[in-house]
């Protein structure tokens, strides 16, 4: 069964630091993954995903993620956080060309000291 | 314009009780899901259908019901409410199935406390 595994639980930066967010999942074939940011509150937005491609993807608010198939993980990246990106980030994965559900990592809480 | 509302944002109810939440897109899509995201912000499939056909049903008990009676809505209905039912139940919609069709929009929540 597809997994995913998100195996920070709460990152606390300062302003400015730069940020990497761990995620390897389990599925051996195609693959489609995403990141969702979701603000304190409200609802889960779409940061970016990966189809297929150039693996390096950009997203919005600066955000990044790469995909290494070797190491089934689809890091998140971005150079200099801000207070704003203070948030819940879940990393998720859908398998197969006819797979019909996502499935979500246990997210990470992001604090960020101002 | 709001693509996927849920309706109500917030319910407090008592045990034992039956109660409904409503969803709907206005996107165009085939499919629709519910999830529940728990105290931890585990988020969790319930359901999914695609267009009105129910295609995922993850071990979710008896108790919750999905209707769709078009593509543009999915709702759920819950009888007997628990305490372990309290969560946070987001819907969510896709163009379809498969490949890029899951890229999932999700709707604002409805924070359900049973008390």
């Known amino acids: 069964a597809q997994s995913v595994s998100q195996h920070n639980h709460h990152v606390i930066l300062s302003e400015a630091a730069s940020l990497e967010l761990g995620c390897n999942y389990s599925y051996g074939g195609t693959v489609n993954l995403f990141w969702y940011v979701q603000y304190p509150g409200q609802h889960l937005q779409l940061l970016l995903k990966?189809?297929?491609?150039?693996?390096l993807v950009k997203g919005i608010k600066g955000f990044e993620a790469e995909f290494i198939k070797s190491k089934f993980s689809f890091n998140l990246r971005k150079p200099s956080v801000q207070w704003s990106d203070t948030a819940e980030y879940f990393c998720?994965?859908?398998?197969?060309?006819?797979?019909?559900?996502?499935?979500f990592g246990s997210g990470t809480r992001l604090s960020i000291r101002p | 314009d709001t693509a996927v509302s849920q309706t109500p944002k917030y319910l407090v109810t008592q045990m034992g009780n039956d109660k409904s939440i409503k969803c709907e897109q206005n996107l165009g899509h085939d499919t629709m899901y519910w999830y529940k995201q728990d105290s931890k912000k585990f988020l969790k499939i319930m359901f999914s259908?695609?267009?009105?056909?129910?295609?995922i049903n993850e071990t979710v008990p008896n108790r919750f019901s999905p209707k769709s009676p078009d593509k543009a809505h999915l709702n759920l209905h819950i009888n007997s409410l628990e305490l372990g039912d309290s969560a946070v139940y987001f819907c969510?919609?896709?163009?379809?199935?498969?490949?890029?069709?899951?890229?999932?929009?999700f709707g604002q929540g409805t924070r359900l406390t049973v008390v």
């Open positions: 969510a919609s896709s163009s379809g199935t498969g490949g890029r069709n899951t890229e999932a929009f």
């Open positions: 259908y695609n267009n009105k056909e129910l295609i």
């Open positions: 990966y189809f297929s491609g150039d693996p």
């Open positions: 998720a994965v859908n398998a197969g060309s006819s797979a019909s559900k996502i499935i």
